[in-house]
T-cell receptor, first 112, second 110 residues
Framework: NAGVTQTPKFRVLKTGQSMTLLCAQDMNHEYMYWYRQDPGMGLRLIHYSVGEGTTAKGEVPDGYNVSRLKKQNFLLGLESAAPSQTSVYFC???????????FGQGTRLTVV | KNEVEQSPQNLTAQEGEFITINCSYSVGISALHWLQQHPGGGIVSLFMLSSGKKKHGRLIATINIQEKHSSLHITASHPRDSAVYICAALLGGSNYKLTFGKGTLLTVNP
């Protein structure tokens, strides 16, 4: 089925460890986004990309890096995980600005 | 203060009731999304609208640009409608950044 796929779905990290979350979409969308969702807060934009090879910071980028080497993939990296990065992470993609967004199923990350 | 406010925060209804969830925003927008998130699940886009009204099955979304307000209505509610409903707006001149409300937790009891 077409859509946005995130891997992994769950992960537990120790403080200081690194990891990469993968987001893949097969809809040929230009725009891709990484959000985090925390209790009592709305989703917040971490980083986004407006096309292959481009990335930009969102509202909460500190502690994260991203790459978009291929149009269909958007990677989110944590170089040195901290407990404050415990969250549910969602990837989304859209064809163009102002069109409907498609979300992945989320990645639940716990940093201990 | 969040630029996108939703009300109520929690809503409990009996099966068959008519449901209204409200979303207000503080500045002009170019588009507004209504999203649905089931417990432990992913996020599904229900509607995107910039004016007027849209309908899909038992769901209706309306927006009043002058009043900076949108509503999501569910007719003949069913327990499977139980979920968190989130509104998200492309605020002001932003052409990429969605600003999200905190969500409304809807529980429909049989």
């Amino acid at each position: 089925n077409a859509g946005v796929t995130q891997t992994p779905k769950f992960r537990v990290l120790k403080t200081g460890q690194s990891m990469t979350l993968l987001c893949a979409q097969d809809m040929n969308h230009e725009y891709m986004y990484w959000y985090r969702q925390d209790p009592g807060m709305g989703l917040r934009l971490i980083h986004y990309s407006v096309g292959e090879g481009t990335t930009a910071k969102g509202e909460v980028p500190d502690g994260y890096n991203v790459s978009r080497l291929k149009k269909q993939n958007f990677l989110l990296g944590l170089e040195s995980a901290a407990p404050s990065q415990t969250s549910v992470y969602f990837c989304a993609s859209s064809y163009m600005i102002g069109t409907g967004a498609f979300f992945g199923q989320g990645t639940r990350l716990t940093v201990v | 203060k969040n630029e996108v406010e939703q009300s109520p925060q929690n809503l409990t209804a009996q099966e068959g009731e008519f449901i209204t969830i409200n979303c207000s925003y503080s500045v002009g927008i170019s588009a507004l999304h209504w999203l649905q998130q089931h417990p432990g699940g992913g996020i599904v886009s229900l509607f995107m609208l910039s004016s007027g009204k849209k309908k899909h099955g038992r769901l209706i979304a309306t927006i009043n640009i002058q009043e900076k307000h949108s509503s999501l209505h569910i007719t003949a509610s069913h327990p499977r409608d139980s979920a968190v409903y989130i509104c998200a707006a492309l605020l002001g001149g932003s052409n990429y950044k969605l600003t999200f409300g905190k969500g409304t937790l809807l529980t429909v009891n049989p």
